[in-house]
């Protein structure tokens, strides 16, 4: 199971429009963020996490050109507004992609992108999307994919489990939370990777601030985890510095291959990341 991070950053993305801050300045790569979302290499297939207003540009940095199937989380505009480029993907693959998600956000994709959903003139080309509910436990390219609700404030997120059976790898992706509820903490028992929101070190009504995300880290005990939806409130290198040895914010194009992890031994982030 092979994750690239597509994107490492908050809906702002960084650097922000008009910021002239050190971070939105800094000529550090790791300091760029486009929006968030990961693609998650399985053995039979590639799987998106969102489709952000960046897909077409994080698709070219990082060489991704095969997309079997689309995991959505919510439907804000910083994780849905690149739907359109997965036109692309359909050209690539030859077949219409599969489209995840709650069936609020399933509806919510017919009413943003109605074009694609109604006759009408074709033109340019639409996206062919097939939409499905997200159920509870499925399976989607070789890989074992639970799907839980967490809480953006008091917007309801969908976060996603994944495990390899070829390998008995796992991590979960766990972005836009504010709560966890304690019904669904089991699935982030166990984990070798937790991806996880801390958009800055204050607490924010509607993420996880830093200490709030280490807490949950603590709690979850993953063998590592990774921050992400960063805001330009965060230098990479100096977050480097505050975080545990486990604990890295994440950056554009990092790319992290589980199966090179020897099985359920936590250890220091830098043997378990590959980083390219
Ligand atoms: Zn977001
Ligand atoms: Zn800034
Ligand atoms: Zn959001």
């Known amino acids: 199971m092979k994750i690239t991070i597509l994107g490492s950053g908050t809906s702002h993305g960084v650097p922000m429009i008009g910021c002239n801050c050190e971070v939105c300045t800094s000529a550090n790569p790791k300091n760029h963020r486009m929006r968030p979302s990961i693609a998650v290499e399985g053995p039979g297939g590639t799987i998106l996490i969102d489709t952000t207003p960046e897909l077409r540009l994080q698709s070219i940095k990082t060489g991704l050109n095969h997309v079997d199937a689309v995991l959505i989380t919510h439907t804000h505009a910083d994780h849905i507004f690149g739907m359109d480029d997965l036109r692309r993907f359909n050209d690539l693959g030859g077949h219409d992609i599969p489209v995840y998600g709650s069936p609020e956000v399933l509806e919510d994709i017919q009413r943003i992108y109605r074009y694609v959903f109604?006759?009408?003139?074709?033109g340019g080309g639409k996206p062919r999307l097939q939409l499905r509910v997200a159920e509870n436990i499925m399976e989607i390219?070789?890989?074992?994919?639970?799907?839980?609700?967490?809480?953006?404030?008091?917007?309801?997120?969908?976060?996603?489990?994944?495990?390899?059976?070829?390998?008995?790898?796992?991590?979960?992706?766990?972005?836009?939370?504010?709560?966890?509820?304690?019904?669904?903490?089991?699935?982030?028992?166990?984990?070798?990777?937790?991806?996880?929101?801390?958009?800055?070190?204050?607490p924010h009504p509607t993420h996880f601030g830093l200490y709030q995300a280490l807490d949950v880290i603590a709690n979850a005990r993953p063998a590592a985890a990774l921050l992400t939806h960063l805001s330009h409130h965060f230098d990479h290198d100096r977050l480097c510095q505050e975080t545990p040895p486990h604990?890295?914010?994440?950056?554009?194009?990092?790319?992290?291959?589980?199966?090179?992890?020897?099985?359920s031994v936590p250890c220091e982030i830098t043997n378990l990341l590959s980083s390219s």
């Open 141 to 202: 390219c070789g890989l074992n994919i639970s799907c839980f609700t967490v809480l953006h404030g008091k917007l309801e997120v969908q976060s996603y489990r994944f495990e390899d059976p070829t390998t008995g790898k796992s991590f979960a992706y766990v972005t836009d939370v504010s709560i966890i509820p304690e019904t669904v903490k089991h699935f982030l028992n166990n984990l070798d990777l937790l991806i996880l929101d801390a958009v800055r070190y204050e």
């Open 247 to 263: 604990v890295e914010p994440a950056f554009d194009g990092q790319i992290i291959d589980l199966l090179s992890v020897p099985a």
């Open 118 to 122: 109604v006759q009408t003139q074709v």
